[in-house]
């Protein structure tokens, strides 16, 4: 296959710093540490220039200078999602200056996983394969197998049994084989790994690892665009892998790099559960390391108990002089009536984790007046529509079809809707 795209790129071991030709690997052979994708910087900058990606699709392949791969046939085009002003969540979060949502509810199966099965998938083709795969927490189970019934491939999703019922539902709507692990989201991991090696899948978040995390790379890329070519003061990021907050941040930096935009402080913030919260535990307790969990409670989405990346966001987060909270199932719920109630935006528990730890922040003085602050939603609310439960958000009346009836129904509730026009 003529793949130029891979002219310049090779795979960079975090462990040893030896570099390998492209390839169907993500670990390396002489010392087993993760293998990353680098890019030539000269080969970069021979490509990459504001004009170009202004002028490229509305997706994020107006950033193929800074992706390994090129679109598959079939591609959803993911990406280039709106980045929304939000002041009234800002004044109920007591956020000084602007509030702004990434909000990635606007991919193709309304999560920002859309992203990163992109670039995987397209490097799946490259290499050939014909079946993928994925390990999913609920969101890349839908987005693997809605790309692949685009372009025609296989594909089988291995999640934990206890998932939202409508993340499984969506991935076998697109016709998924679904693999329901009776055990956690860590151990369905683990068995995707001795598949990857016995029947040859391409797994996008296993053996096609170093691609998939490429893909989130564009969610920065985006926003410093959407900030026409600048730096938010403050990004605050969900954290399941760890991947998407570290390649944020890469993304901020590849631009600065290229000058694209002036390298001003970037803080990183990264948000977990309570119910899973290595991450924020090893910051709070000041640990180089990141001791794994078994993840409970209601944020699926990001139940990772031991974190690929973890230990590379807990330096980013604290390179950047940001920081990492934990908050628990109730803010989450409260934090995702919010977001919808003074934003029109639904996101799922993840946003509810994200949401909450812009209040934490804001609590703490974390942002000063004019700091621009930026959250990113990363998934759907109506994947996870069992956690609100009618606890929050607005009121359901039933009524006998006629006039007195309702407003006998909303007197008490809300006179100030029934009031004669
Ligand atoms: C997967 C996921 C994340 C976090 O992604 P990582 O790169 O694994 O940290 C955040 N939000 C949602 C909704 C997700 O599905
Ligand atoms: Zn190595």
Request: glycine residues 10%; charged residues 20%.
């Amino acid at each position: 296959m003529n793949d130029q795209t891979l002219d310049h790129v090779v795979l960079r071991c975090r462990g040893c710093q030896a570099a390998y030709p492209p390839a169907l690997e993500h670990v390396c052979p002489n010392c087993l540490g993760p293998l990353d994708v680098e890019h030539d910087h000269a080969a970069v900058a021979a490509r990459l220039s504001r004009d170009a990606v202004e002028a490229g699709p509305r997706s994020i392949w107006r950033y193929q200078a800074l992706l390994p791969a090129a679109p598959a046939s079939g591609d959803l085009a993911p990406g280039l999602t709106p980045l929304v002003p939000a002041p009234r969540l800002a004044e109920a979060l007591g956020v000084p200056g602007p509030l702004l949502l990434k909000d990635d509810t606007r991919n193709p199966t309304n999560s920002f996983k859309d992203r990163v099965v992109a670039v995987a998938l397209a490097r799946a083709r490259a290499f050939g394969l014909t079946t993928v795969a994925c390990a999913s927490t609920g969101n890349l189970a839908g987005a693997t197998a809605a790309a692949a019934a685009s372009q025609g491939l296989e594909c089988v999703v291995v999640i934990p049994a206890d998932l939202e019922a409508g993340k499984v539902a969506s991935a076998a709507a697109f016709g998924a084989t679904v693999v329901a692990v009776q055990g956690s989201y860590d151990q369905a991991n683990r068995l995707s790994s001795q598949a990857a090696e016995a029947f040859g899948w391409g797994f996008v978040n296993v053996n096609l690892r170093p691609w998939y995390a490429e893909g989130s790379k564009t969610v920065g890329l985006e926003v410093a665009e959407q900030l026409g070519w600048s730096l938010p003061d403050h990004v605050v990021v969900p954290i399941a892998s760890g991947a998407l907050l570290t390649k944020v941040h890469q993304g901020f930096q590849v631009l600065a790099g290229h000058g694209l935009v002036e390298r001003t402080p970037a803080r990183v913030h990264g948000a977990q559960s309570t119910g899973c919260a290595p991450v924020a535990s090893a910051f709070a307790e000041g640990r180089d390391e990141v001791t794994p969990v078994r993840p409970s409670g209601i944020v699926k989405s990001l139940a990772i108990g031991d974190p690929a990346d973890g230990v590379e966001a807990l330096q980013t987060v604290r390179g950047t002089g940001g920081r990492v909270e934990a908050v628990d199932d109730d803010e989450v719920v409260e934090a995702m009536a919010l977001l919808a109630r003074t934003t029109g935006v639904f996101g799922e528990t993840a946003a509810g984790v994200t949401v909450a730890t812009v209040a934490r922040l804001a609590a703490a003085g974390a942002f000063r007046p004019g700091e621009r602050v930026v959250a990113l939603v990363t998934g759907h609310g109506l994947k996870t529509i069992d956690v609100l439960d009618g606890r929050v958000g607005g009121r359901t009346v039933t009524v006998r079809p006629n006039i007195d009836a309702l407003e006998e129904a909303l007197a008490p509730l809300r006179p100030d809707l029934t009031a004669t026009a």
